[in-house]
């Protein structure tokens, strides 16, 4: 089974459907800190939604125009990591992120997040992976920010969520920006 290492506690690996009643647990449990964000947080309530949620995932993975991983800690799962498009085509993708807030801080979706761009980008050929946020999601924008990405705009009012519609910042990466965790300092 694949498994990346973060930390020697940590490790980032698929998320499938075969997990759907750890997965709804983890929402049920995170719903309070992921729902002013995530709408599936909202629609995963057991563990018939969450298997529908992650076969979703499972086919997009297996037609390749999308993926899901988790982040588990001494074999809970605290969080994951997603790519929500994946366009081999236009060699665009686009990276999302939750995290528990009992392990952040801890550097868990940076080296997740840079494995799968490393992985975007030396393995699939991608060329632009980007990251979208609301505005008042700070803690992700400062991880857009250490990840190297830059801020390209703001789509305004594109996001309906809770009754209102909220603006997106888009922040990208592009393959000739990326700079490897692993590569010798220049």
Not at 168 to 179: D, N
């Amino acid at each position: 089974m694949f498994r990346h290492p973060l930390t020697p506690d940590a490790t980032l690996r698929p998320l499938e459907p075969w997990q759907a009643a750890e997965f709804a647990a983890y929402v049920d449990r995170a719903r309070p800190h992921l729902a002013p964000w995530l709408p599936w947080a909202e629609t995963i309530v057991d563990e018939s939604s969450a298997r529908a949620w992650l076969q979703r995932y499972a086919d997009r993975q297996a037609d390749d125009s999308g993926r899901v991983y988790g982040i588990w800690v001494s074999d809970s799962l605290v969080g994951g990591t997603l790519f929500r498009v994946f366009d081999t085509q236009s060699g665009l993708c686009e990276v999302g992120v939750w995290l528990d807030p009992a392990v952040q801080g801890r550097g868990l979706v940076g080296r997740a997040v840079e494995h799968m761009v490393e992985w975007a980008f030396r393995e699939r050929g991608m060329h632009r992976v980007e990251w979208r946020v609301v505005p008042t999601n700070t803690r992700s924008i400062t991880a857009a920010k250490r990840l190297g990405m830059t801020r390209d705009g703001v789509l305004r009012e594109v996001f309906p969520f809770h009754g209102t519609r909220h603006d997106i910042e888009v922040w990208s990466l592009l393959a000739t920006e990326w700079r490897s965790p692993e590569a010798p300092p220049a």
